[in-house]
């Protein structure tokens, strides 16, 4: 009974490094989303995703890609990692999400040195 | 554009104390709203989902409440326990399939 598991749970990059957050669900959810979280902004929305092939931004996508060729996973890629991504990610999943609760995985911690 | 709002942004209180968090949100065209929780250095954990067309929701000691039309929820948590201490988050579900969060009303309770 896994839920949502996110891959690493720590990461240091170097400015310009790019690498790939993991996210995987093994509910069958359709909807699944990646948030980041920083102090004093609160929770903001990169990018989701309603079903596999299908993917749409958030409120913070620049700088951030996704894609969903299978409904388990849900990868989120900086593509040239920049100090202003340090955050802590979270990634979501739900089934139908108009009228059943989101899973959270544990979160990422991101630093970007 | 979303806002959620949420008061207060903190609040301590002696254990045994009924408590109310406010939410409020700017775009009433939501499907639903659901209230989570947050423990530090932790994911969130949904306590309530409350439908566009629901007044409240109940769990245990947990009581949400929504008026859809003038843009508020609110949760109750009766008889407060030192465990309930944790930062407490509104989110709305919009029209487009996006919840957007509160910042969080973080927790204290006082043994």
């Known amino acids: 009974n896994a839920g949502v598991t996110q891959t690493p749970k720590f990461q240091v990059l170097k400015t310009g490094q790019s690498m790939t957050l993991q996210c995987a669900q093994d509910?069958?959810?359709?909807?699944m989303s990646w948030y980041r979280q920083d102090p004093g902004m609160g929770l903001r929305l990169i990018h989701y995703?309603?079903?596999?092939?299908?993917?749409d931004q958030g409120e913070v996508p620049n700088g951030y890609n996704v894609s969903r060729s299978t409904t388990e996973d849900f990868p989120l890629r900086l593509l040239s990692a920049a100090p202003s991504q340090t955050s802590v990610y979270f990634c979501?999943?739900?089934?139908?999400?108009?009228?059943?609760?989101?899973?959270f995985g544990q979160g990422t911690r991101l630093t970007v040195v | 554009k979303q806002e959620v709002t949420q008061i207060p942004a903190a609040l301590s209180v002696p254990e045994g104390e009924n408590l109310v968090l406010n939410c409020s949100f700017t775009?009433?065209?939501?499907?639903?709203l659901q209230w989570f929780r947050q423990d530090p250095g932790k994911g969130l954990t949904s306590l309530l989902l409350?439908?566009?067309?629901?007044r409240e929701q109940t769990s245990g000691r947990l009581n949400a409440s929504l008026d859809k039309s003038s843009g508020r929820s609110t949760l109750y948590i009766a008889a407060s326990q030192p465990g309930d201490s944790a930062t407490y988050l509104c989110?709305?579900?919009?029209?487009?399939?996006?919840?957007?969060f509160g910042k969080g009303t973080r927790l204290h309770i006082l043994p």
């Open positions: 409350i439908q566009s067309s629901q």
């Open positions: 509910m069958n959810h359709e909807y």
């Open positions: 995703s309603v079903g596999a092939g299908i993917t």
């Open positions: 979501a999943s739900s089934s139908f999400q108009r009228y059943t609760e989101a899973f």
């Open positions: 989110a709305p579900l919009e029209g487009d399939d996006k919840i957007i």
């Open positions: 775009d009433s065209a939501i499907y639903n």
